[in-house]
């Protein structure tokens, strides 16, 4: 039910763009960016103005050059700024901050200590880069393999060619949130991550329990799994942004910047919606 409250929580009538930031979410984000350097010139565009130039572009689903030049920096200058926090690894490292942020604020422990594990095939377009074949999905492209908490927010996430199977891509995925993350040991998952060959495998790489959901024999048609369904709501989230529709990009290291950018403004919007809520 709308109130008053939650009008003003969710309210975007006042933005140029329903994916501009508002200042509650600004405030958000902002301090979890860079400092720029105190000498030289002053630059032209500010941050705020680069990383809307982006969720822009994330939301809308557009290719570089219709990144409007008269609402927005340049499209080489938003490029670079994209292109160097990629490669420093920027949204990841934002994404950490603001889980645990998101998670406090709704009373539950920083850091989670389990998760539940899945992975989505999307199509590739002609931009090139590695691809392969999912024979379960009948898709050729790419596997986005994720890991989230129970509440769905992401906590990492890796691309990988799609015909790399769920159990072979799990070490990658658990690999990369360990030492972030170094409470979480226990993983749900589907009937495509049993088997003795992961459970040895993970077993070199940390203590790791891996719990089956699996369906019912007496299951007929749809059916809500417990736990798994949290990990599906997730990659609906997400996808509400068209860049994610396909993975459009020539490198992997871009489709997981765009994969990391859209959970750090899912859980911006929540913490700020959060804190305006608590003004009330």
């Given at each position: 039910?709308?109130?008053?409250?939650?009008?003003?929580?969710?309210?975007?009538?006042?933005?140029?763009?329903?994916?501009?930031?508002?200042?509650?979410?600004?405030?958000?984000?902002?301090?979890?960016?860079?400092?720029?350097?105190?000498?030289?010139?002053?630059?032209?565009?500010?941050?705020?103005?680069?990383?809307?130039?982006?969720?822009?572009?994330?939301?809308?689903?557009?290719?570089?050059?219709?990144?409007?030049?008269?609402?927005?920096?340049?499209?080489?200058?938003?490029?670079?700024?994209?292109?160097?926090?990629?490669?420093?690894?920027?949204?990841?490292?934002?994404?950490?901050?603001?889980?645990?942020?998101?998670?406090?604020?709704?009373?539950?422990?920083?850091?989670?200590?389990?998760?539940?594990?899945?992975?989505?095939?999307?199509?590739?377009?002609?931009?090139?880069?590695?691809?392969?074949?999912?024979?379960?999905?009948?898709?050729?492209?790419?596997?986005?393999?994720?890991?989230?908490?129970?509440?769905?927010?992401?906590?990492?996430?890796?691309?990988?060619?799609?015909?790399?199977?769920?159990?072979?891509?799990?070490?990658?995925?658990?690999?990369?949130?360990?030492?972030?993350?170094?409470?979480?040991?226990?993983?749900?998952?589907?009937?495509?991550?049993?088997?003795?060959?992961?459970?040895?495998?993970?077993?070199?790489?940390?203590?790791?329990?891996?719990?089956?959901?699996?369906?019912?024999?007496?299951?007929?048609?749809f059916e809500v799994l417990p736990r798994r369904w949290v990990v599906e709501r997730t990659f609906a989230w997400l996808g509400r942004n068209r860049r994610l529709a396909k993975d459009f990009e020539r490198t992997i290291e871009s489709a997981t910047a765009w994969l990391f950018l859209a959970s750090v403004q899912l859980m911006t919007r929540r913490i700020a919606a959060i804190k305006t809520a608590m003004q009330f």
């Open positions: 039910m709308w109130t008053d409250i939650t009008r003003a929580q969710f309210a975007r009538e006042e933005l140029r763009l329903p994916s501009d930031l508002t200042d509650a979410e600004w405030g958000v984000l902002e301090r979890l960016l860079p400092v720029r350097a105190k000498r030289g010139r002053r630059p032209k565009w500010s941050y705020r103005d680069i990383v809307e130039a982006v969720l822009y572009l994330l939301r809308g689903g557009l290719p570089w050059r219709m990144l409007p030049p008269t609402l927005f920096p340049p499209m080489t200058t938003v490029q670079y700024y994209f292109y160097q926090w990629r490669d420093s690894g920027l949204w990841q490292s934002i994404n950490h901050a603001l889980l645990m942020l998101a998670r406090e604020a709704i009373g539950r422990e920083a850091s989670p200590t389990a998760g539940v594990i899945d992975s989505q095939s999307v199509k590739t377009t002609e931009s090139g880069g590695p691809r392969g074949y999912d024979a379960g999905k009948k898709i050729k492209g790419r596997k986005r393999h994720i890991v989230t908490d129970t509440q769905g927010l992401l906590v990492g996430a890796i691309v990988h060619a799609a015909d790399v199977q769920d159990r072979d891509g799990t070490p990658d995925v658990l690999r990369s949130i360990r030492y972030r993350f170094p409470w979480l040991r226990h993983i749900f998952a589907d009937g495509g991550y049993a088997g003795e060959k992961l459970k040895a495998v993970l077993e070199k790489i940390g203590r790791w329990t891996v719990e089956i959901i699996k369906r019912s024999d007496a299951a007929q048609g």
